[in-house]
């Protein structure tokens, strides 16, 4: 089975990214706005077992933190993707980088940039004509993450969530 980690902001905030989303990602129906941690990987039902219990210490040893969101960036020209630039937090940067050690299957494909996506798989001009004109609006968002979540996908592509990792909450 396919598994991703990622972290959902509050609904307000999933809300007013959905109302960009649904018309420039093809994404948008399979699973809500979110930050990836770590990327799309395939596990059996053990190597889950191994890693619900990794993943409950990496959330214990967290503490909530606020996440700003306040500009639109491209991950142009590698890829026709728009994304919302999420202001740079060590503690995402921990978390992905323990969700590629240890037990963790190491598939990182690109440098970690944490972002949630709004727009990808777009030609070239739609691409330089969504871009320029979502980087004009003033997007700003503050929002408190205290989980993150281990997603699988089902037969028919949509994202749901297997477990939910809320942080510094002590496991048995």
């Known amino acids: 089975m396919k598994y991703g980690i990622v972290i959902f902001p509050s609904k307000p905030v999933q809300d007013e990214i959905n109302s960009y989303r649904k018309r420039y990602d093809p ?9 990836t941690l770590k990327e799309a990987f395939e596990a059996d039902d053990a190597k889950i077992a191994e890693l619900i219990t990794e993943l409950k ?3 214990n040893d967290m503490e909530p933190f606020s996440l700003n969101i306040n500009k639109v960036s491209t991950f ?8 919302l ?7 995402l940067f921990d978390m992905a980088e323990k969700m590629q050690t240890g037990k963790f299957p190491k598939n990182q494909t690109y440098s970690y940039v944490p ?4 727009a990808q798989k777009l030609s070239e001009d739609e691409h330089s004509d969504v871009y320029g004109s979502l980087r004009m609006k003033d997007i700003q968002f503050e ?8 997603v699988y996908q089902l037969d028919n592509d949509i ?14």
């Not at 994404?27 to 930050?35: D, E, R």
């Not at 972002?115 to 709004?118: D, F, S």
């Not at 809320?166 to 048995?172: L, N």
């Open 27 to 35: 994404h948008y129906a399979l699973i809500p706005p979110h930050l």
């Open 57 to 59: 210490h990496i959330a």
């Open 76 to 83: 142009a020209p590698v890829t026709n993707t728009i994304y």
């Open 85 to 91: 630039k999420v202001n740079p937090r060590q503690e």
């Open 115 to 118: 972002h949630i996506t709004l």
């Open 143 to 150: 929002d408190t993450i205290d989980r993150f979540h281990l």
């Open 159 to 172: 994202w749901t969530v297997y477990e939910s990792f809320v942080f510094g909450k002590e496991f048995v």
